[in-house]
């Protein structure tokens, strides 16, 4: 499958991309993760892109599509990609549409994950996430915590929350996303490409995006 997860912070991308991934093979590209990772790393893309992603602000659109120009040609992407967190300005999404078309490859659809304001904030403040950059598994201190608090299920690594959730930085990101990514909703239903489900069951999204792609 080739989808976009689009949804606010807190929407349930990165949890629904990692069920979609069980399902065909299909790889889970977030730009978080990857941006997440090279701050840890403490590469020159991570020194750039951290007092960004701190304050809750958006990296530059330059740094986004160097990033997935190389990601998207890699081997793995062949069987599918589900992109979590990309596009998320009109011009990453002029320019990936650019990056389809040089690549050969064409989505499927683009998933937009509707959840409540009130359901968001409530899950990014109990959100826990593995601070392994090879793992990044997410947890929710609520709604599906690992089995010894503070632990990774997966890689037995502290799982922690992330620089970008203090109270201000997730106020910052929701109105940034109402800014600059709500409008990609229109941008992708103007091409009939555009799949809204209501994403307060993961589990509920994975069934209807599997119906529709014709896998159920
Ligand atoms: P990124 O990592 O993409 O963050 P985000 O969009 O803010 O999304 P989140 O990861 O916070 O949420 P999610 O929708 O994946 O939800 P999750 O599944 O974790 O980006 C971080 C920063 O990097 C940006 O602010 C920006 O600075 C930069 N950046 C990244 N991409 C960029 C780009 N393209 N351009 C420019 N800058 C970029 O779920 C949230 C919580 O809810 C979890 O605890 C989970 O367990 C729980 N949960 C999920 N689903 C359910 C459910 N159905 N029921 C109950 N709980 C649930």
């Known amino acids: ?5 689009l949804g606010a912070p ?20 977030s730009t978080g993760d990857i941006l997440r990772g090279a701050v840890n790393a403490g590469t020159d893309l991570g ?20 990033i997935m120009e190389e990601r998207l040609q890699e081997d793995d992407c062949k069987n599918g990609f589900l992109l979590d967190g990309f596009p998320r300005t009109i011009p ?3 320019a990936l549409d650019v990056l389809l078309d040089k ?12 959840v409540p304001r009130d359901v968001i904030y409530d899950r990014l403040t109990t959100r826990r996430t593995c601070e392994n950059p090879e793992c990044q ?21 502290k799982t922690v929350q992330r620089a970008d959730e203090t109270v201000e930085a997730i106020s910052k990101r929701l109105d940034t ?20 489900v209501v994403a307060t069951s993961s589990d509920k999204v994975v069934e209807e995006v599997t119906k529709k792609l014709g896998i159920a």
Not at 10 to 29: E, P
Not at 47 to 66: H, Q, R, T, W
Not at 188 to 194: A, E, M, T, W
């Open 177 to 196: 996303y109402d800014e600059m990514t709500a409008p990609l909703a229109d941008f992708y239903d103007k091409k009939g490409q555009l799949f809204t």
């Open 92 to 94: 990453q999404a002029e």
């Open 103 to 114: 690549i050969g490859a064409k989505l499927d659809f683009v998933v937009n994950l509707d």
């Open 47 to 66: 020194k750039e892109a951290k007092a960004y992603m701190d304050a809750g602000d958006l990296v530059p659109d330059s740094l986004i599509m160097g």
């Open 137 to 157: 598994a997410i947890y929710n201190v609520k709604s599906m915590p690992s089995k010894v608090e503070g632990i990774c299920d997966k890689c037995g690594s």
């Open 10 to 29: 807190g929407a349930g991308k990165g949890t629904v991309a990692k069920l979609l991934t069980k399902i065909d093979g299909s790889v889970q590209i």
């Open 1 to 5: 499958m080739k989808l976009i997860l």
